[in-house]
Structures are given as C-alpha cells and as structure tokens.
T-cell receptor, first 118, second 112 residues
Framework: DTEVTQTPKHLVMGMTNKKSLKCEQH?????MYWYKQKAKKPPELMFV???????INESVPSRFSPECPNSSLLNLHLHALQPEDSALYLC?????????????????FGQGTRLTVV | GDSVTQMEGPVTLSEEAFLTINCTYT??????LFWYVQYPGEGLQLLLK?????DKGSNKGFEATYRKETTSFHLEKGSVQVSDSAVYFC???????????FGTGTQLKVEL
C-alpha cells in the first residue's frame, strides 16, 4: 500500500464554519506534511510533522490548525477562513524527514482536498 | 535562499516528439533533485530523482541527469504520448531543511 488518502476530495465552507481535512497513510511513514497549492502555482509547504510532533510551521495563520493524533493520521482543522484560502490542500508522507543525499527519500502525495471558501 | 527555475510553459508537442523541460537550481551545497508530475485534478507523483552529481534518474521513458557543473536537472523523453499531458515540477531538498522546494511547474500538452 503506497497510498496517501485524503478526505474529503472537495469541500465548500463559509467563512464562519469550522471544518477539518483528514489525511491517512499506512506505509509506516514517520513524517507527514501539509501543502497548499493555488491554481497554476507550485505547492507551498505549510506544516511538517515528525514522529507525531510538529517540526516545521511555515508561519501559517492560526486559522489553520494541524493535528497528528497518531502516526498514520494527520488532520488540518480550519476555522474562520477567507476566500483567498481557497486552494488544493495536499498531504504527503515520507519514511523519515526529507533529507539531502538520502536515496530512500521520497515523499508520497495524496490526491488533495479542493477547498472553496465562500 | 534555495530556488528552482523551470522553463515557462505551456509546452505543446505532437505525439512521438522529443521532450526537454529545462530545470536549473540555486542551492547551498549539493541538493537532492526530483521531478514530480501532476495530472489534471490530481495530487503529485514522483517521476524520478537523483541524489548526487552525475546520477541519472529514469522512469516511464523519462530521464534526467544531475549536472553539478551547470546546476541543472533537465527532464527528457524521446517520444511523448498524449497521456503524458500534465504539469511537471522540478524540486530539490537541501541539507539545511527537511522540505521540498518546487519550481513553478511546466505544463505539457501533447496533441495527436
């Protein structure tokens, strides 16, 4: 199983709503990531978890709140979002933290959740 | 800081044509280099990678060679198919961080 599964695939939410994105992997990977991708742009890193602990927060606004309840699951809690937060949210995982020179380094991406904030 | 520069797209080719998508990088030290592909409406898939100078990554007929002297990792395929139509991202990992830095992406359209 080399899949990273994200749910839901599509989400429309109002600016006052609270919703959560879910990501799951069963590859035994210890690092998991959230990326945000706007249309016709490359993915931008938001958060990195390593061994269920937050390792990197790329100065993401607090209306995005990540959570890693166990080694297979990664959530992204959303609250009071703005229309400009509409994007494709991608989850990824890797065996360990991505590192230069490590031939085993590979990040597996999910299909993404397409979020629209109205 | 570290960065990746890709050629502007879209690139439009006829089926069976030769493909080159240029990628150059700026990085501290010697990064690991990757090509990812994103098909319409989907996430990213790793296409190939190279972790040291002169390494050649290859997969599904695509190839790229890590050229330290020119800081490049150009993607090539000898004969493209309509099914290769997608956006291709060049990316790197450096020693200073545990994250992928992506180029802007190059859209490839292959026509019959």
């Amino acid at each position: 199983d080399t899949e990273v599964t994200q749910t839901p695939k599509h989400l429309v939410m109002g600016m006052t709503n609270k919703k959560s994105l879910k990501c799951e992997q069963h590859m035994g990977h210890r690092a998991m990531y959230w990326y945000k991708q706007k249309a016709k742009k490359p993915p931008e890193l938001m958060f990195v978890y390593s061994y269920e602990k937050l390792s990197i927060n790329e100065s993401v606004p607090s209306r995005f709140s990540p959570e890693c309840p166990n080694s297979s699951l990664l959530n992204l809690h959303l609250h009071a979002l703005q229309p400009e937060d509409s994007a494709l949210y991608l989850c990824a995982s890797s065996q360990d933290l991505l590192a230069r020179g490590n031939s085993n380094t590979e990040a597996f991406f999910g299909q993404g959740t397409r979020l629209t904030v109205v | 800081g570290d960065s990746v520069t890709q050629m502007e797209g879209p690139v439009t080719l006829s089926e069976e044509a030769f493909l080159t998508i240029n990628c150059t990088y700026t990085a501290t030290g010697y990064p690991s280099l990757f090509w990812y592909v994103q098909y319409p409406g989907e996430g990213l898939q790793l296409l190939l990678k190279a972790t040291k100078a002169d390494d050649k990554g290859s997969n599904k007929g695509f190839e790229a060679t890590y050229r330290k002297e020119t800081t490049s990792f150009h993607l090539e395929k000898g004969s493209v198919q309509v099914s290769d139509s997608a956006v291709y991202f060049c990316a790197l990992i450096t020693g200073g961080g545990n994250k992928l830095t992506f180029g802007t992406g190059t859209q490839l359209k292959v026509e019959l």
